[in-house]
């Protein structure tokens, strides 16, 4: 797939089937979020989590639900990656270093015919619960910020307002 397809092909998943990934395309979709631009080339600041574990996946599935009661804010997904950040050398790039990622990482998915979302609800889950943030072995400091679904659609999602532009551009030339 070219870059431009990938980039269409990728839109946002809410029901997974139970198949797992393989494991050659989960390090191929982490490889793509650790060439993401980061601000400052601050990498150490970063830290990317893999979660497979089926109880820590319900755990997670549980405390983020709580915001919103009879929710499924992990939406099924067999594989869920959590991004941590430190406080960076450089003030509140923190979100806008994870967009890059995770944008990085569900174009790569798309490419690989992985389906994926990117999860508000699970990060605040993750970082209102101190014993996930131990079974996740953040370091002292981390915090996570923005997590993303990885798996196999369940039914046809088709993308939001299909693949025409979505955003007003205004050209000044
Ligand atoms: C930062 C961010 C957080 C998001 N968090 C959630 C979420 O917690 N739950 C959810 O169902 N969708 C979430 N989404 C997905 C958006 O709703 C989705 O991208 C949007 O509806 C456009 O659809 P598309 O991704 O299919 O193009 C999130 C998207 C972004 C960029």
């Given at each position: 797939?070219?870059?431009?397809?990938?980039?269409?092909?990728?839109?946002?998943?809410?029901?997974?089937?139970?198949?797992?990934?393989?494991?050659?395309?989960?390090?191929?979709i982490?490889?793509?979020g650790?060439?993401?631009?980061?601000?400052?080339?601050?990498?150490?600041?970063?830290?990317?989590?893999?979660?497979q574990?089926?109880?820590?996946?319900?755990?997670?599935?549980?405390?983020?639900?709580?915001?919103?009661?009879?929710?499924?804010?992990?939406?099924?997904?067999?594989?869920?990656?959590?991004?941590?950040?430190?406080?960076?050398?450089?003030?509140?790039?923190?979100?806008?270093?994870?967009?890059?990622?995770?944008?990085?990482?569900?174009?790569?998915?798309a490419d690989?015919g992985?389906?994926?979302?990117?999860?508000?609800?699970?990060?605040?889950g993750?970082?209102?619960?101190?014993?996930?943030?131990?079974?996740?072995?953040?370091?002292?400091?981390?915090?996570?910020?923005?997590?993303?679904?990885?798996?196999?659609?369940?039914?046809?999602?088709?993308?939001?307002?299909?693949?025409?532009?979505?955003?007003?551009?205004?050209?000044?030339?």
């Amino acid at each position: 797939m070219n870059t431009l397809d990938a980039i269409k092909a990728r839109r946002s998943v809410r029901g997974f089937t139970d198949k797992q990934i393989s494991d050659a395309d989960l390090e191929t979709i982490l490889f793509a979020g650790g060439q993401a631009a980061v601000g400052g080339a601050d990498f150490k600041s970063l830290k990317l989590y893999a979660v497979q574990d089926p109880e820590l996946l319900k755990a997670i599935n549980e405390t983020s639900a709580k915001r919103r009661p009879g929710s499924d804010p992990l939406y099924g997904a067999p594989t869920l990656v959590v991004l941590a950040s430190s406080k960076s050398i450089l003030e509140n790039i923190e979100f806008t270093n994870a967009g890059c990622i995770i944008q990085n990482m569900m174009v790569a998915a798309a490419d690989l015919g992985i389906d994926s979302i990117y999860l508000w609800m699970a990060m605040y889950g993750i970082n209102g619960d101190p014993e996930l943030i131990k079974r996740l072995g953040f370091p002292e400091g981390f915090t996570c910020v923005g997590t993303m679904a990885l798996g196999y659609a369940a039914k046809e999602f088709p993308k939001v307002r299909g693949n025409e532009q979505r955003i007003e551009v205004t050209y000044i030339k």
